[in-house]
T-cell receptor, first 109, second 113 residues
Framework: DAKTTQPPSMDCAEGRAANLPCNHS???????VYWYRQIHSQGPQYIIHGLKNNETNEMASLIITEDRKSSTLILPHATLRDTAVYYCIVLSGTYKYIFGTGTRLKVLA | NAGVTQTPKFQVLKTGQSMTLQCAQD?????MSWYRQDPGMGLRLIHYSVGAGITDQGEVPNGYNVSRSTTEDFPLRLLSAAPSQTSVYFCASSGSDDWETQYFGPGTRLLVL
């Protein structure tokens, strides 16, 4: 499975959009991009996933570049409760998730 | 639904002791897995199961055993605890019709002295 690279930390003002980038330059054609987040020391929470089209759900939007080598998770109106570590994972049809160290997002009041 | 439950919440062991971390889910999920998370690190997959009677190794399986005799339960056994196994352990499950969405338990904090 492809490896991912994320910035270690980011800040975002409350009410603004939070854009979290992820690089996965070695991704192969059948690998999906998944995003999870971990608030404080709780168990991770699924956010969204996609293959090549942009995806949106009630929590976030996922934008995948045309060459699929990078993606961006967008939280449209960040709140203080969105402060968490966000993990980008690339996976193809197996259950072997590799979480990495993620991006620590701090939403500022 | 209680979702994914884990017991105990916190445990202290001495080196060489054995113990079993319990994980149960009431969502009839086929897939279950165990992760460990060391301070400042991401989660690492220990073992996983795609159904009752079927288990496989993850990224860091050494020192841990698992079995899956029922759909609901997926216990993790430490046969001889070592200080390097001090960590937070998370159990997760997902269903076959939505296997990408893992539901995580609250975690078990283990300290091995």
């Amino acid at each position: 499975d492809a490896k991912t690279t994320q910035p270690p930390s980011m800040d975002c003002a409350e009410g603004r959009a939070a854009n979290l980038p992820c690089n996965h330059s070695t991704i192969s054609g059948n690998e999906y991009v998944y995003w999870y987040r971990q608030i404080h020391s709780q168990g991770p929470q699924y956010i969204i996933h996609g293959l090549k089209n942009n995806e949106t759900n009630e929590m976030a939007s996922l934008i995948i570049t045309e060459d699929r080598k990078s993606s961006t998770l967008i939280l449209p109106h960040a709140t203080l409760r969105d402060t968490a570590v966000y993990y980008c994972i690339v996976l193809s049809g197996t259950y072997k998730y590799i979480f990495g160290t993620g991006t620590r997002l701090k939403v500022l009041a | 639904n209680a979702g994914v439950t884990q017991t105990p919440k916190f445990q202290v062991l001495k080196t060489g002791q054995s113990m079993t971390l319990q994980c149960a889910q009431d969502m009839n999920h086929e897939y279950m897995s165990w992760y460990r998370q060391d301070p400042g690190m991401g989660l690492r997959l220990i073992h996983y199961s795609v159904g009752a009677g079927i288990t496989d190794q993850g990224e860091v399986p050494n020192g841990y055993n698992v079995s899956r005799s029922t759909t609901e339960d997926f216990p993790l056994r430490l046969l001889s605890a070592a200080p390097s196994q001090t960590s937070v352990y998370f159990c997760a499950s997902s269903g076959s019709d939505d296997w990408e969405t893992q539901y995580f338990g609250p975690g078990t904090r283990l300290l091995v002295l």
